[in-house]
């Protein structure tokens, strides 16, 4: 008996499939290209070699999750699933076909959750016989180890494939947050300003290591330029883009030009040997500053990602608290938005913002329920 399906064999499909087989479930994982099938299983194999080197897990029990994994390249073989998620690439039409073809194949009773990250699950729904039963489950890279499933609730969206989708990440050890169909979900949008302020700071010639310092030193794993070199700077300028189209062109969400010149010169990251830092054989992606970190940098970032915050929570996103634990759990921020609004303060963070926004413009303007809360304090 299968217990879930998933589509699609890359990074997230794979990660998706192994952390089924891992809660004890049993997997389909299909995809088109017998090739992308292999890839994703030896990364799948190897992922659980990493863990029986470090003693998580013993030699049997990687078989045990391995032989719980069936690959296919048919959809017919994900018929049986109760819950199939689609982990294919993020293109709107490529997603419509593989719901279309799933429907023609899965029971009526069937949950068809979509992972994706930055498309609206409503679009992927439209074109469905039975968009009550589509919801997203968006999973966060590397998803064996990242807790966070935001669990998307299109327009026609039922409550009982929501529930459903809640019950697997649950099965799975993951926490499930409930969120609206809105552009970048909680995670994504909540946390673009730690890029871009980073970026605008980065433009207006502040060294970039001296940025990831303050950042690191305010109780974050990795600075915003040092994570972009690690995502890609072609896939955050990717994120950022789309973010800001679906925003239609809020400034606050304004890409950054020197991040779009980078990319065009190949700059990539790591992925290329070099970004912000050098990657390369002589380099060492060396991001310790110079110079004295400032704590000026840190309250300026923070109090973005908290402005970003309360623009999300009025307009009905997430509770405060599920923003709160979607961005350390997704995004493994030290503390979330509203904690730091408790420990700065709302006003401290306002002025910050005044201040910005009188010399740098309205990408600085601050949610109407950020002043009400200083005013209130």
């Known amino acids: ?14 990660g998706i499939a192994e952390s089924a087989a891992s809660a004890g479930l049993e997997v ?18 190897k992922n659980l070699d990493r863990r029986v080197n470090r003693g998580r897990i013993a030699e049997a029990e990687k078989g045990e999750i391995l032989g719980r994994i069936s690959a296919s390249t048919s959809l ?19 997603k419509k076909k593989v719901f279309t073809d799933l429907e023609n194949v899965v029971g009526e009773d069937a949950v068809l959750a979509t992972n994706t990250s930055s498309l609206s699950v409503a679009s ?39 529930r459903r989708a809640e019950e697997t990440a ?51 794993r990795m600075g915003p330029l ?27 969400f304004r890409p950054s030009v020197l991040q779009r010149s980078m990319v065009e010169a190949g700059l990539l990251g790591r992925k290329s040997g070099r970004g912000f830092y050098n990657y390369s054989a002589e380099g060492h992606g060396d991001a310790e500053s110079s110079e004295e970190p400032s704590a000026d940098i840190s309250l300026r970032i923070i109090s973005c990602i908290v402005n970003e915050a309360f623009f999300a929570l009025s307009e009905g996103v997430a509770t405060a608290e599920d923003i709160d634990k979607a961005m350390k759990l997704g995004a493994n ?24 926004r009188s010399t740098h413009g309205e990408a600085y303007l601050a949610a109407p329920s950020l002043r009400e809360s200083a005013a209130s304090a």
Not at 33 to 42: F, N
Not at 143 to 148: D, F, I, N, S, W
Not at 339 to 348: N, Q
Request: hydrophobic share 45%.
């Open 76 to 94: 017919e073989d994900c018929a049986g699933a109760p819950l199939v998620v689609e982990a294919v690439i993020e293109d709107l039409e490529v």
């Open 1 to 14: 008996m299968v217990d879930i399906a998933v589509v699609g064999a890359g990074t997230m499909g794979a």
């Open 170 to 220: 649950e099965r799975l050890g993951k926490t499930p947050i409930r969120v609206s169909d809105t552009p970048g979900f909680i995670v994504n949008r909540v946390a673009r300003p730690f890029y871009l302020e980073a970026l605008r700071m980065a433009e207006s010639g502040v060294e970039p290591a001296r940025i990831d310092t303050a950042m690191r030193d305010a109780g974050f």
């Open 124 to 162: 992927i729904a439209a074109s469905a016989r039975h968009p009550e039963r589509v919801v997203g489950m968006h999973f966060f890279n590397p998803a064996p180890v990242m807790k966070l499933v935001e669990v998307v609730s299109g327009s026609f969206t039922d409550v009982s494939a929501v």
């Open 28 to 45: 389909v994982m299909a995809d088109v290209a017998e090739e992308a099938l292999e890839r994703g299983r030896k990364a799948i194999e």
């Open 226 to 252: 040092q994570l972009a070199d690690l995502i890609g700077m072609d896939v955050n300028l990717a994120v950022s883009e789309s973010i800001f189209e679906r925003y239609y062109y809020q400034p606050r």
């Open 333 to 356: 921020y030290p503390r979330g938005p509203f904690e730091w609004v408790e420990e700065i303060g709302a006003s401290t963070i306002l002025e910050t913002l005044d201040s910005l």
